[in-house]
């Protein structure tokens, strides 16, 4: 316990006004770490209810703040129902136990994706004002379904595979943020009844431009919209009785033996459990019948705490592809970043610019691409004989590891360090890291319970 007085002193006056009594052993000093996130994309999701920021950009923050939620649940979330589920009680700093946090964090999280909906309904009718418009089928003219026709069966009905949902038919594995559609269907011919799936490949886009309208009306279709046209084509001879979209988030913590001899080999072991993590949440449009939800529920393994009825769009995290970079007035004026004089004043020489004095670089004030150059140049240069680098998160086609071949290649000595526990990213790393050993450079890695 520590004791603390405060005093108001004024010449040799003191007059003594508080006493603070602070227990340094007290869990209640600390904010609990989930909680804590939870309020940060409260933050994210309230610049997209800020009328002060362009259109578009609030279209956009909203779609990062269900992608953040996407990926707290799938690992901060998914860590703490394992603990629960492996019955360790052992509390977090601020004295919450696993199953108290889940509890209040399952109670937030509602509140903001009830909220994420209330904005979106929002940004629909302010996005129509600005020319944009997201269509319902009834929008739809005869010429507007001739065009769409063509898109569905050039684009996406190649890539679909309609299942029936019965014993003869096992359900099929759906990843982790995979779309899928739950169909109830009745046969005209005899009144056969068939619960059937359509399961949505991730690399179909979620909305489709549409011929632009009147005045310029930029107009643009949901996927999910587009199938329920087609679904005569789709099912052949049925009638649609009831539907369901869904969305699920599985398990993707990635779990490392802490003694592993090869950690290459473990993150590669580790990510092919993460894709057959078990569901740790569902969400589904609030229109699902119930004997839809059972047939889903039992087919994923998921319980009834862990589904979450959406009055609204399923997948917020696709509404990145809704920002328009041809609309440039509805978005932030692009930056561009400023080149260091000095380096323009050598003519782009970085080596003869820091030669001079010492260079600092302010990003993103200052272009990156200085970065790179002095990777490109030290790469060609006779008088450099090594080179050494730390990787954390590099671009599919990195200039920095095309940098670092090149001048493994010319017979420098590289080494370059690669922190493998990027979330969500460890797969690229590791492809890098080949990449770069293949080159001859000498590859280290980051330590397992390091980042």
């Given at each position: 316990?520590?004791?603390?007085?405060?005093?108001?002193?004024?010449?040799?006056d003191?007059?003594?006004?508080?006493?603070?009594?602070?227990?340094?052993?007290?869990?209640?000093?600390?904010?609990?770490?989930?909680?804590?996130?939870?309020?940060?994309?409260?933050?994210?999701?309230?610049?997209?209810?800020?009328?002060?920021?362009?259109?578009?950009?609030?279209?956009?923050?909203?779609?990062?703040?269900?992608?953040?939620?996407?990926?707290?649940?799938?690992?901060?979330?998914?860590?703490?129902?394992?603990?629960?589920?492996?019955?360790?009680?052992?509390?977090?700093?601020?004295?919450?136990?696993?199953?108290?946090?889940l509890?209040?964090?399952?109670?937030?999280?509602?509140?903001?994706?009830?909220?994420?909906?209330?904005?979106?309904?929002?940004?629909?009718?302010q996005l129509?004002?600005?020319?944009?418009?997201?269509?319902?089928?009834?929008?739809?003219?005869?010429?507007?379904?001739?065009?769409?026709?063509?898109?569905?069966?050039?684009q996406?009905?190649?890539?679909?595979?309609?299942?029936?949902?019965?014993?003869?038919?096992?359900?099929?594995?759906?990843?982790?943020?995979?779309?899928a559609?739950?169909?109830?269907?009745?046969?005209?011919?005899?009144?056969?009844?068939?619960?059937?799936?359509?399961?949505?490949?991730?690399?179909?886009?979620?909305?489709?431009?549409?011929?632009d309208?009147?005045?310029?009306?930029?107009?643009?279709?949901?996927?999910?919209?587009?199938?329920?046209?087609?679904?005569?084509?789709?099912?052949?001879?049925?009638?649609?009785?009831?539907k369901?979209?869904?969305?699920?988030?599985?398990?993707?913590?990635?779990?490392?033996?802490?003694?592993?001899?090869?950690?290459?080999?473990?993150?590669?072991?580790?990510?092919?459990?993460?894709?057959?993590?078990?569901?740790?949440?569902?969400?589904?449009?609030?229109?699902?019948?119930?004997?839809?939800?059972?047939?889903?529920?039992?087919s994923?393994?998921?319980?009834?705490?862990?589904?979450?009825?959406?009055?609204?769009?399923?997948?917020?995290?696709?509404?990145?592809?809704?920002?328009?970079?041809?609309?440039?007035?509805?978005?932030?004026?692009?930056?561009?970043?400023?080149?260091?004089?000095?380096?323009?004043?050598?003519?782009?020489?970085?080596?003869?610019?820091?030669?001079?004095?010492?260079?600092?670089?302010?990003?993103?004030?200052?272009s990156?691409?200085?970065?790179?150059?002095?990777?490109?140049?030290?790469?060609?240069?006779?008088?450099?004989?090594?080179?050494?680098?730390?990787?954390?998160?590099?671009?599919?086609?990195?200039?920095?590891?095309?940098?670092?071949?090149?001048?493994?290649?010319?017979?420098?000595?590289?080494?370059?360090?690669?922190?493998?526990?990027a979330?969500?990213?460890?797969?690229?790393?590791?492809?890098?890291?080949?990449?770069?050993?293949?080159?001859?450079?000498?590859?280290?890695?980051?330590?397992?319970?390091?980042?």
């Amino acid at each position: 316990m520590a004791n603390a007085d405060f005093f108001n002193s004024t010449g040799s006056d003191q007059t003594k006004f508080t006493k603070l009594r602070v227990d340094n052993n007290d869990p209640k000093r600390f904010f609990n770490r989930e909680l804590s996130w939870i309020s940060f994309n409260w933050r994210v999701l309230e610049e997209a209810d800020n009328d002060s920021i362009p259109i578009l950009e609030r279209v956009r923050f909203l779609a990062i703040s269900a992608s953040n939620l996407d990926e707290f649940y799938s690992v901060r979330v998914a860590g703490l129902r394992e603990m629960v589920k492996e019955k360790i009680s052992f509390p977090s700093a601020d004295g919450l136990l696993p199953i108290d946090q889940l509890s209040l964090i399952e109670k937030e999280a509602r509140l903001l994706i009830d909220h994420q909906q209330t904005v979106w309904r929002k940004l629909l009718l302010q996005l129509r004002d600005a020319n944009i418009a997201i269509l319902e089928l009834n929008d739809l003219s005869n010429k507007d379904y001739k065009s769409l026709q063509d898109v569905f069966f050039e684009q996406v009905f190649p890539v679909l595979t309609p299942l029936a949902i019965d014993p003869a038919h096992p359900f099929p594995f759906i990843p982790s943020g995979g779309f899928a559609l739950a169909l109830s269907l009745r046969r005209k011919s005899d009144g056969f009844a068939l619960e059937a799936l359509l399961p949505v490949p991730g690399q179909i886009s979620r909305f489709y431009r549409i011929a632009d309208g009147p005045k310029g009306l930029i107009r643009f279709l949901p996927l999910e919209r587009m199938l329920e046209s087609f679904l005569d084509k789709l099912f052949p001879g049925y009638d649609l009785i009831g539907k369901s979209a869904f969305r699920i988030l599985r398990d993707s913590d990635l779990e490392l033996e802490e003694e592993a001899e090869d950690l290459v080999r473990e993150f590669e072991t580790a990510l092919k459990r993460r894709r057959r993590g078990d569901v740790i949440r569902m969400k589904v449009t609030a229109d699902t019948s119930n004997d839809l939800l059972k047939i889903i529920s039992r087919s994923l393994g998921v319980r009834p705490g862990e589904v979450i009825k959406v009055d609204g769009m399923v997948g917020m995290a696709d509404l990145s592809e809704l920002v328009l970079t041809e609309r440039p007035k509805l978005l932030w004026p692009p930056f561009t970043s400023r080149m260091p004089e000095r380096v323009e004043d050598h003519n782009g020489d970085i080596f003869s610019a820091i030669s001079q004095k010492d260079l600092l670089l302010h990003h993103p004030y200052e272009s990156f691409d200085i970065v790179v150059r002095f990777l490109q140049q030290a790469a060609t240069d006779p008088s450099v004989v090594a080179i050494r680098q730390t990787l954390y998160r590099t671009s599919t086609e990195s200039p920095i590891v095309q940098a670092l071949c090149e001048a493994a290649e010319e017979g420098k000595s590289v080494t370059a360090l690669i922190e493998l526990k990027a979330r969500f990213d460890e797969a690229a790393n590791i492809r890098q890291s080949r990449t770069l050993e293949r080159a001859g450079v000498q590859v280290i890695y980051g330590f397992i319970d390091w980042k």
